[in-house]
């Protein structure tokens, strides 16, 4: 069965701090999609990014930095010079499914990590 | 606009009611999920459709039924089976292929 574990259930930083959001996924298949979400107060989730398991480079979008790696099963978010407007809750996601693309089936996803970003 | 819209935002029920929650999209996708998300929890996928006319259970789906007679509509109708109702529900769809799931605003039901 496959499972997401996301440890911190809430951080806060004061602005402008590094923060690093763990998440640490099991899975039996070898083709696999993960992914993360962000969920502000308005209750949308809102989708950041996807990656395959056969892709282990790192991605950078502005602040936002995904660091993969399959040798601790881990797909860990990091924010840079956080600001309040990151204030959310952030939700690692995992799709086995093999039909192309992944998240066919559905998503498993982790309990989700608090952050305050504190002005 | 091109979105996924559920109604109504917020929801009461008195106990032992069955009650419909409205998902509709016009992204014209053809994979349409509805979740479940209890305070300090994640989401659990409750039923899912990859096509009009079929549909799968997903992890929870007792006491939940749906329909999917449309490709834009996935009403998610929670029944008087489902003995802890309350709780804040999304409904997501994606194009088969793109792994990527837009979610809807959301409905926030609560049984009184």
């Known amino acids: 069965a496959q499972k997401v574990t996301q440890a911190q259930t809430e951080i806060s930083v004061v602005e402008k701090e590094d923060v690093t959001l763990d998440c640490v996924y099991e899975?039996?298949?070898?083709?696999?999609?993960l992914f993360w979400y962000k969920q502000p107060p308005s209750g949308e989730l809102v989708f950041l990014i996807r990656r395959n398991s056969f892709d282990e480079q790192n991605e950078i979008s502005g602040r936002y930095s995904w660091n993969f790696q399959k040798s601790t099963s881990s797909f860990n978010f990091t924010i840079t010079a956080s600001q309040v407007v990151d204030s959310a809750v952030y939700f690692c996601?995992?799709?086995?499914?093999?039909?192309?693309?992944?998240?066919?089936?559905?998503?498993?996803f982790g309990k989700g990590t608090h952050l305050i970003i504190q002005p | 606009d091109g979105g996924i819209t559920q109604s109504p935002k917020y929801l009461f029920r008195k106990e032992g009611q069955n009650v419909t929650l409205s998902c509709e999209q016009n992204l014209n996708h053809d994979a349409m999920y509805w979740y479940r998300q209890d305070p300090g929890q994640g989401l659990r996928l409750i039923y899912y459709?990859?096509?009009?006319?079929?549909?799968q259970k997903g992890d929870i789906a007792e006491g939940y039924s749906v329909s999917r007679e449309k490709k834009e509509s996935f009403p998610l109708t929670v029944t008087s089976a489902q003995k802890n109702p309350t709780a804040f529900y999304l409904c997501?769809?994606?194009?088969?292929?793109?792994?990527?799931?837009?979610f809807g605003p959301g409905t926030r039901l609560t049984v009184l």
């Open positions: 459709s990859q096509i009009v006319n079929d549909f």
């Open positions: 996601a995992l799709s086995e499914s093999m039909y192309s693309g992944g998240g066919a089936d559905g998503l498993t």
């Open positions: 899975t039996r298949d070898t083709t696999y999609y």
């Open positions: 997501a769809s994606s194009t088969q292929g793109s792994g990527e799931q837009f």
